[in-house]
């Protein structure tokens, strides 16, 4: 079983940047499947974008659709989330979380290993 450390966030203003990075332990970090998830203040933890173990197939939320940009390096065992455009709205904490299932998916209850999560703050 792998664990996940993520590292990146920060505070930035509207319209900025941040890159989000998430290092894996463990020899089986290629066989899961990854994804980022956040949650803001009082609200339920949502998902953001997912990769398959491959690399090959990604899947985004709505909301971050064209602005964010989720890869792996499976050499590296880590995986990282670009964010542009940042709007108020990004505010959360991030967790980076793996999954044993083939498929990519949003479904939280897919994933079995989580993060501590990293804060990531957006001013106006």
């Known amino acids: 079983q792998v664990q996940l450390v993520e590292s990146g966030g920060g505070l930035v203003q509207a319209g900025g940047s941040l890159s989000l990075s998430c290092a894996a332990s463990?020899?089986?970090?290629?066989?899961?499947?990854m994804a980022w998830f956040r949650q803001a203040p009082g609200k339920e933890r949502e998902f953001v974008s997912a990769?398959?173990?491959?690399?090959?197939?990604?899947l985004y939320a709505d909301s971050v659709k064209g602005r964010f940009i989720i890869s792996r390096d499976n050499a590296k065992s880590t995986v990282f989330l670009q964010m542009n455009s940042l709007k108020p709205e990004d505010t959360a904490v991030y967790y980076c979380?793996?999954?044993?299932?083939?498929?990519?998916?949003?479904?939280?209850?897919?994933?079995?290993?989580w993060g501590q999560g990293t804060q990531v703050t957006v001013s106006s």
């Open positions: 979380a793996a999954s044993p299932f083939l498929v990519v998916t949003n479904n939280k209850d897919h994933y079995n290993v």
């Open positions: 463990g020899r089986t970090f290629r066989n899961y499947g």
């Open positions: 990769i398959r173990w491959s690399g090959t197939t990604t």
